[in-house]
């Protein structure tokens, strides 16, 4: 099978280049993740991140064939070759298929991702239905592994001020959580040109997903509630 | 070598669940900690977690810590230190609302408290009927639970040190332990982190066996570094293998498959658990239920081509049941079998899953080894919690649901008495510089250029050797053999060389590193496992088929630097309530 793979070493590289790859034998049903721990054989500087792989970590987030996607859970057998496989479009590259997940992280943060409650806290738990808890299925399932915001055209433009996809799905997780006493706080916090409304519904970021999450209607949600609020 | 320094208050090394509970709780008190973890936070192993996490909150059958304490004990096979599983089943329910508070999205009962399944080895009434004790959320619960406790985190504004690997510990020549030497991966360059106490919760080593549920950063690295510390290794020949990974690939299927309902079956379609624990069946302990599946296939009822593995049944659950409590498996079947478990069974055979061996501690986290005349002396400073730690709750085997409650425990317990130390300790002591420059050494050695063996190579013959010499089944030719094939490995490991010699996000570097890490624990555990002349738990040997309390109802402990063993004895007195003595383990 043959690879196209983007290569960038700031060390001893001008610029990038895209190398090729041979993998001789490929086992069957062998995934991605696997194939490039096999080239990586071949050629000990191939630098991509990993760990679980289960997908359940979110490491292993790269472009593959113009997709971006968890590597471990892309099965090789179904890729066009030679199989190109490319760092994260729109943020910084490290080295290799390594890309700077720092502004990512930074989004992440600014939409306060954690349950708020302002009631004293009980001695046992709080109660919610399973209907609440129900809403919160489609959400809390994020693993941050970036394939969405990543490949969000708003994001490109606007990394340091649109919040991407991945954090606004967070967003929406903490507001669509019965225990959640920060509504308001929240929404004032989405409101203007580059937050909320920067998301033009170009879905790329549920297209790629790989846990099969839908950002772009947990934006929509924000953005009803917004709207029913604001009245 | 002029080293750049930073330093905190108190620093954890690893950002899994229990770096992170201990962070939280330090952060709260006004401490200044860092956290160093060679990957970003939420990529931790613990997100892997599965099934749940155990408390007797009774929110569907009755249930008390005291029955968890029994539970716990009988499942340990006695090995388990009875004070600090004491404090641990007594400090779950509090610790699981907390959780709750923090925003962990649980899963509800119609009643609106937090849902519970059946696990394997819990009972009512001290071995009485099936409890329904470990809290869930859905199967992805330790995502759950991780992801929360980095969002509290973020709240509390911890310093993190994001995609930094510790070298090897710093201390002063007083013996306490001081800092860590680490190495920013993105650029390369080491620092060093000072720090009034260091605790270790860098997790498990599953990464010494071939087929492993574990991800591939669980490399033992903590382990290593108090080895090479001095500190000993305790309880390393407890290896668990969890029954149900997915054949030859090795993902978990979480035991709450059986708790929701599901059961192992033979080529012949039969129950055969009935026959290995005739009460509790596909709920018996982990230990039990690894060695039943083994003897099937080896008895040549497995199923499959090769009759090498059984199958895991769920097709009587029903889609929704499957859908609402068990989806993750139900992805991970779909993506890597091409099966959904729905409608078909799930090849499964026991997997490399958790070391319940570690770095020895007391049940306030702080790191004890033998010194003088006492077993348990304190080493000052330094801390280990969760699987790279040995309190000793799990003994020679860990039950279901045990390992996300010890390190919620046991990551606070450290906290809280980190918080007295720096109290008593306000001022940093300067390291010793010597201790700096060998860590520094073991750094710069894979500088080292010219023409040597691939990390690759070693790594994948190391794994292999433990899989072959310390499985399921061992007796002492095989284990004598593996010690020889391990010291032949770990010979070869000077003449290792890395082609890559960027500094840039160097992984080659890393997984340079890790195989030494890997090297240190498998002679740990290889020599440990050799020694111990009996049957208990996890440790399952063909030439000493029974349990010898007489004379191994004591902990092992093996030092690295002269590549010796000493024992310690078993903590049988509770804190408050009375001994279980150990008896015949039945389920």
């Known amino acids: 099978m043959r690879f196209k793979i983007y290569r960038y070493n700031p060390d001893v ?22 194939a490039l721990m096999e080239l990586k054989n071949q050629d000990e500087t191939l630098s991509f991140r990993h760990s679980c792989g289960e997908g359940v970590c979110g490491s292993d987030g790269v472009n593959i064939n113009g997709l971006n996607g968890l590597a471990c859970i892309t099965p090789v057998a179904e890729l066009t070759e030679p199989v190109e496989i490319r760092p994260f479009p729109g943020v910084p590259v490290i080295r290799d298929l390594v890309v700077d997940m720092s502004g990512f992280y930074k989004q992440y943060r600014s939409v306060k991702p954690f349950l708020i409650r302002y009631d004293p806290e009980p001695e046992v738990e709080n109660l919610q239905s399973p209907e609440e808890r129900d809403k919160l299925d489609g959400l809390y399932e994020c693993i941050l592994c970036g394939c969405c915001s990543t490949a969000c055209p708003s994001f490109w433009w606007n990394p340091d001020k649109f919040p991407g996809p991945s954090a606004l799905l967070q967003s929406w997780r903490f507001l669509a959580d019965s225990r959640d006493q920060a509504m308001e706080e929240r929404l004032d916090a989405l409101d203007g040109p580059y937050k909320l409304f920067r998301c033009h519904t170009i879905m790329n970021c549920a297209y790629v997903c790989p846990k099969g999450l839908n950002p772009t209607k947990a934006i929509g949600h924000i953005k009803a509630l917004m709207l029913k609020h604001s009245v | 070598m002029n080293i750049p320094v930073r330093r905190f208050d108190t620093l954890i090394l690893g950002a899994g669940g229990g770096g992170l ?31 749940g996490v155990n408390a007797a909150l009774a929110n569907v059958t009755p249930d008390n810590w005291h029955w968890h304490m029994y539970d716990t004990v009988k499942g340990s096979d006695y090995l388990g230190d009875q004070d600090a599983i004491e404090y641990m089943c007594r400090a779950a329910a509090h610790l699981v609302y907390e959780l709750e508070h ?33 809290c869930a959320a859905a199967d992805r619960t ?96 407890f290896f668990q293998f969890h029954p149900t990974g997915i054949a030859g690939k090795g993902m978990l299927i979480t035991e ?26 596909d709920l018996a302990s982990r230990d039990v239920v690894s060695r039943a599946i083994s003897i099937e296939v080896r008895e040549g009822r497995g199923c499959g081509p090769n009759a090498d593995h059984v199958m895991l049944k769920l097709d009587h659950l029903g889609s929704d049941i499957v859908a609402k409590r068990l989806p993750g498996i139900r992805d991970t079947c779909k993506t890597f079998m091409h099966l959904d478990p729905v409608d078909t069974p799930i090849p499964v055979f026991p997997t490399a899953h958790y070391a319940m061996g570690g770095i020895p501690t007391d049940r306030f986290g702080r790191v004890v080894m033998p010194s003088g005349d006492s077993p348990e002396e304190v080493v000052p400073g330094l801390y280990a919690a969760g699987e790279c730690a040995c309190v ?65 190579a070693v790594r994948a013959d190391l794994k292999k050797a433990m899989e072959d010499h310390c499985g399921v089944f061992r007796t002492e030719k095989i284990m004598q053999e593996g010690i020889d094939v391990i010291k032949a490995i770990r010979a070869r490991l000077p003449d290792v060389r890395l082609q890559d010699q960027s500094k840039v996000f160097n992984t080659a570097r890393i997984e340079a590193l890790e195989l030494e890490n890997l090297a240190d624990i498998a002679i740990a555990t290889m020599r440990s496992a050799e020694a111990r002349q009996e049957s208990r738990g996890a440790h399952s040997r063909i030439d000493y088929p029974d349990r010898d309390d007489a004379h191994w109802m004591k902990h092992s402990l093996y030092t690295l630097e002269d590549d010796s063993l000493d024992y310690k004895p078993v903590r049988t007195k509770p804190m408050s309530v009375e001994t279980f003595p150990p008896k015949k383990r039945v389920y």
């Open chain 2, 102 to 134: 923090a925003g962990v999205p649980f899963s509800r009962l119609e009643s609106g408290r937090i849902y519970q399944r059946p696990f394997g080895g819990q009972s009512r009434e001290f071995g009485g009927a099936q409890a329904t004790r470990t």
């Open chain 2, 142 to 237: 330790g995502h759950a639970i991780l992801h929360t406790l980095y969002q509290q985190n973020i709240r509390a504004r911890t310093n993190f040190f994001d995609e930094y690997f510790a070298i090897d510990l710093i201390h002063d020549d007083e013996g306490a332990v001081l800092g860590v030497l680490t190495m920013d991966i993105a650029t390369g360059e080491p620092l060093v982190i000072e720090a009034k106490t260091t605790l270790i919760a860098t997790g498990g080593c599953g990464q010494l066996y071939r087929t492993t549920t574990n991800a591939h950063i669980n490399t033992g690295d903590g382990m290593a570094m108090a080895l090479r510390a001095g500190i000993p290794l305790q309880d390393m020949e």
């Open chain 2, 256 to 281: 709450g498959a059986r708790g929701e309902g599901g059961y192992l079956v033979n080529k012949d379609g039969e129950r055969f658990m009935e026959r290995y624990a005739p009460n509790v069946k």
């Open chain 2, 392 to 456: 000793s709750v799990h003994g020679a085997n860990r039950l279901g649901g045990n390992s996300l409650l010890d390190i919620l425990v046991f990551g606070r317990a450290a906290a809280n008495d980190i918080l007295g130390f720096l109290k008593n300790n306000r001022y940093h002591r300067p390291p010793n510089q010597t201790c700096i420059d060998k860590a520094y050494e073991r750094f710069a050695r894979w500088e080292k250029q010219g023409d040597g063996e691939s990390v690759q």
């Open chain 1, 13 to 34: 590289d001008e610029e990038p280049y895209m190398q090729e790859f041979v993998l001789e034998h490929v086992k069957p049903g062998m995934m991605l993740r696997e």
């Open chain 2, 21 to 51: 509970r201990a962070a939280l709780q330090l952060a709260r008190a006004d401490a200044h900690v860092a956290v160093v973890s060679k990957v970003f936070p939420t990529r931790s192993h613990t997100v892997a977690a599965q099934g």
